[in-house]
């Protein structure tokens, strides 16, 4: 049996306690498609929430980050691109995320933030994407940033090239590996009297929690769970 999860720092506080399942059906009832998000996302209107580890939204609003959740059709059906955070960095080392960062003010859109970053952190062409959609903007709890999850769909597997100062590894997920049974969890933290809801992916590996899962369990909920959408 494959050891799954990762080296991760979680700080998890000592009031917390195991979720509920997964909302969508395990084991999946078919491999999710690019076709299947495109048609889901189409039909969506993302609002902003406030979401992610526990936190009040600031008085004043962060800094506005895009991040760039690209998709390809592979063996096992729509695949996803992940990242893992060198070490060395300041924040968030060594945790997995979707290409992205802060909004420029040369950047002409967040749209155009999400390809920048992506280009700057893997090499990923940025004619390359074609937007789908987008999943709900929330504010994170730690950075206090308010971001923007573009969903893009890529006609192939793309030859990327991590760049050593931002990223240590390329994952390439599938959306059916997160819906095996044993990798997703809930957790409840309690904090300031407030339980909130933190998700986790153990992948082989690898952990991905915070916002990052966040928008993993979105995505899922949207595309693999019936009636999910408002």
Known sequence: MTDRGGPQRIPTPE?????????WPIPAARPVSVADVAATLDAYEPVEIVR????????????????????Y???????TILTRR?????????????PGGAIDDDDASPWAAALREADEEV????????????????ITGASFSLVTPFVAALDDVPELVAAPAEVDRILHVPLAELMEPGVYREELWTRDDREHS???????????WGATALM????LELVAVPDSTP
């Open 73 to 79: 059709d592979g063996p096992d059906g729509a695949t």
């Open 198 to 208: 933190i998700h986790f992916f153990d992948l082989v590996g690898e952990t991905v």
């Open 15 to 23: 009031a917390s306690r195991l979720g509920g399942p997964p909302p």
């Open 216 to 219: 993993l369990h979105r995505l």
């Open 123 to 138: 090499a990923m062409p940025r004619h390359l994407p074609r937007p789908l959609g987008q999943l709900d903007r929330f």
């Open 86 to 98: 060198p070490q060395h960095m300041r924040k968030h080392a060594g945790e997995i995320a979707f």
């Open 52 to 71: 992610g580890p526990p936190t009040e939204r600031p008085p004043r609003p962060g800094r506005r980050s895009a991040v760039l959740i690209a998709l």
